[in-house]
T-cell receptor
Framework: KAGVTQTPRYLIKTRGQQVTLSCSPI?????VSWYQQTPGQGLQFLFE???????NKGNFPGRFSGRQFSNSRSEMNVSTLELGDSALYLC???????????????FGPGTRLTVL | GQQLNQSPQSMFIQEGEDVSMNCTSSSIFNTWLWYKQDPGEGPVLLIA?????ELTSNGRLTAQFGITRKDSFLNISASIPSDVGIYFCARQLGIQGAQKLVFGQGTRLTINP
């Protein structure tokens, strides 16, 4: 079974540009979450999507947005990039049970974004 | 409230040594998760703990959920080079099925051969 895939793996942008990152979850998983990892702030939750709806959101500015498609693939977008947006962006997928309970999140390898 | 304090931040050990790291929180919660992140990869779940006092092993790894439900530790016995990486504790928050992980700052493990 293929794992979580993220594209691209590396990306270099300049300040003010926008960027779109893609995540394909494990087959059958319906929930996709995004995390930002930086040396200073560590791993921080951005948002979670389930059945094309944002179900949970972290404390990030509105420049960070996402969406999920009917095949559960997800994209996140960062507009008006700032130097501080340089980070490893990770996505994770789960079954996303609706009835509560917890299930394991499986992470992709991440996209390394560098903003110059 | 949700912050997890993980220590130590880094460890430099000799191959074959045992390793111990821990995580504390000011609040009580129902799960402790331990992840490992290899260079250039995403975190991988090592051990999940769901019950106060629970002691769980995964090969050379052992983790325990503190009785107070505010702490957890992870031990690695007889370390080997492939144990190098960053270890994170985490709690998983779920509200009506929504999932969110809150991570500690991580413990970076370096092994001298």
């Amino acid at each position: 079974k293929a794992g979580v895939t993220q594209t691209p793996r590396y990306l270099i942008k300049t300040r003010g540009q926008q960027v779109t990152l893609s995540c394909s979850p494990i087959s059958g998983h319906r929930s996709v979450s995004w995390y930002q990892q930086t040396p200073g702030q560590g791993l921080q939750f951005l948002f979670e999507y389930f059945s094309e709806t944002q179900r949970n959101k972290g404390n990030f500015p509105g420049r960070f947005s996402g969406r999920q498609f009917s095949n559960s693939r997800s994209e996140m977008n960062v507009s008006t990039l700032e130097l501080g947006d340089s980070a490893l962006y990770l996505c994770a997928s789960t079954w996303g049970k609706m009835a509560g309970g917890l299930d394991t999140q499986y992470f992709g390898p991440g996209t390394r974004l560098t903003v110059l | 409230g949700q912050q997890l304090n993980q220590s130590p931040q880094s460890m430099f050990i000799q191959e074959g040594e045992d390793v111990s790291m821990n995580c504390t929180s000011s609040s009580i919660f129902n799960t402790w998760l331990w992840y490992k992140q290899d260079p250039g990869e995403g975190p991988v779940l090592l051990i999940a703990l769901y019950k106060a006092g629970e002691l769980t092993s995964n090969g050379r790894l052992t983790a325990q959920f503190g009785i107070t439900r505010k702490d957890s530790f992870l031990n690695i016995s007889a370390s080997i080079p492939s144990d190098v990486g960053i270890y994170f504790c985490a709690r998983q928050l779920g509200i009506q099925g929504a999932q969110k992980l809150v991570f500690g700052q991580g413990t970076r493990l370096t092994i001298n051969p």
